[in-house]
């Protein structure tokens, strides 16, 4: 398989913006060999509904602007839908263990959750930040309209959420200890 369809895959698989540094470790090739499949898979999917995106030193694939009627469309009827057992859940771990890593809630879960978080972003009850201890990283957290939309003013005020958090954190600490 070549380049661009690799680096094409890890990023369709990642859904949001990754450093080229990260790319052509993952791909195990220098940057500027990223460099090069980059402007090849530009090239490719000219004409397509997805374009690269980049900003400074990272790249994603995202839809093209003349699709954006279309992806406002969906995006509105999604937003209409009810969460779902996958959402509430995933919805529940964030606002529990927050601030929470993405893979943390798959590790959870027990599934890839990254879907339901884009999801969740998209509908504005969580938000991404950066990991203050690794730039590379972010956490995962509710937003204030999700605390207002739940009528609490701090996640603190919470049903159960002192005891909640130790249950996590103990369960999370007994894994940890069998691994």
């Keep these: 398989m070549n380049l661009e369809a690799k680096i094409e895959s890890v990023l369709f698989w990642k859904g949001e913006p990754m450093p080229v540094k990260k790319l052509a470790k993952i791909l195990n090739v220098s940057e500027e060999e990223i460099a090069a499949g980059l402007e090849k898979l530009d090239k490719i999917l000219e004409g397509r509904g997805v374009e690269l995106v980049r900003k400074e030193d990272e790249v994603m694939l995202g839809t093209r602007a003349e699709i954006g009627p279309l992806i406002e469309t969906l995006t509105k009827e999604e937003l209409v839908k009810d969460l ?49 201890e690794d730039q590379r990283s972010f956490y995962y957290k509710p937003t204030f309209e999700l605390l207002s939309y739940l009528g609490v003013g701090a996640l603190e005020k919470l049903p159960e959420y002192e005891t909640m958090r130790k249950e996590l954190a103990s369960a999370a600490e007994s894994e940890q200890n069998h691994e």
Excluded: H
């Design 84 to 132: 779902g057992k996958a959402g509430l859940e995933t919805l529940a771990i964030i606002i529990y263990r927050a601030p929470v890593a993405r893979r943390d809630i798959d590790y959870i879960r027990g599934v890839n959750s990254q879907f339901i978080v884009r999801n969740l972003l998209v509908r504005g009850l969580i938000e991404k930040v950066q990991n203050p």
